[in-house]
DNA sequence: GTCTATAGCGGGATAGAC
DNA sequence: GTCTATCCCGCTATAGAC
């Protein structure tokens, strides 16, 4: 059956980020991947030349989805309290929705960077958003509404604090005897 | 050369926990790792049956050897504070010897619940440690020492601002412009 | 655009000589 | 205990028919 353009494109992706993200299998294979997404495994090569140019593909996409809702946020004139509880808010749906985002991030970045196939590109807008965020919290600072710090240490305590219970979860269910509670 | 029995193995697992804990390279293949500790790569089967016995073995040995230390600590009679600073002492300093440890082992959990491979065996004893642990916090807080909350919750809070750059220190060292100030 | 068939390789594991 | 040679499998990728 034909599908119409880019359709199936759609499908392999969505499988992809499902297997990753939300089901944890790493090292996911392009046939278990074709299987999920219900298609022909030679299919994925056609539409994305290669198993690492999917990977790559999806990760970005994750990204960006991720960064336009904060940018969302950041850019609206709500006060500064406001836009941390919608960080805060925005965070956490998105590491319940993809509880193994985070890891799969670290554990791609980590294969990357022993291979030197570090790439540059979208390094530049992320250090420029980042460093808007940190003139916010600056200001915040001086205005007295938050205690005088770093503001880098300001939101890596904020998202070791939110992202940590995420990433470790698989792991500290099994050591303690937790249910989903946190 | 014939080398002294079980120094060979030693040296081959001194080379994995390089690799995997301290250069975060997780697929690293046997031949790298036979590479890496300057044998035959025949040697990894002669000694471990399998790449996976050796995965498995380098990682319980990881963790024998923080339980050791954490031991030693809370059966010490050091006051609850100073516990606490040992605690987070030998936390920090197993953590920069081997920055990869915590991911890695979260990595392989994920690959482990996948394949339904999981051991129960050593659960009951990592079980009895943290419920010891936990009877601790909850002495302290009758004596009103430390806000009263869910005991899991502060190792859980405790954890997350220790272990959480660690694994991050990665992917935010390049996101933002850090030296290895934390 | 989708499938079948097949090439090709990289990796884990084992047999057997030394 | 260590090495060489070899087997075998799983996986990616591509060629070519429909």
Chains 1, 2 share one sequence.
């Not at 960064?67 to 749906?93: A, C, N, P, T, W």
């Not at 929705?97 to 030197?116: G, I, Q, S």
């Not at 269910?173 to 249910?179: A, E, G, W």
């Amino acid at each position: 059956m034909i599908k119409k353009d880019t359709e199936t494109e759609e499908v392999i992706k969505q499988a992809a980020k499902r297997l990753f993200f939300v089901e944890g299998r790493f090292n996911a294979t392009t046939q278990e991947i074709a299987d999920a997404a219900g298609v022909n495994r030679t299919l994925l090569n056609y539409y994305f030349r290669s198993r690492n140019k999917l990977f790559d593909l999806v990760l970005l996409d994750a990204r960006m989805h991720f960064k336009k809702k904060m940018k969302f946020v950041f850019q609206s004139d709500l006060s500064f309290r406001e836009k941390v509880e919608q960080f805060i808010g925005i965070y956490l749906s998105e590491a319940i929705a993809y509880p193994y985002l985070e890891t799969y991030m670290v554990a791609r970045m980590n294969e990357k960077l022993e291979k030197n196939e570090f790439d540059q590109e979208h390094e530049e807008h992320a250090h420029n958003d980042i460093n808007k965020f940190f003139e916010v919290i600056k200001k915040e600072m001086d205005k007295g509404t938050i205690t005088r710090m770093n503001p880098v240490h300001f939101v890596w305590n904020l998202v070791s604090l939110l992202s940590f219970p995420i990433v470790m979860k698989p792991m500290y269910k099994r050591l303690m005897n937790l249910s989903d509670e946190e």
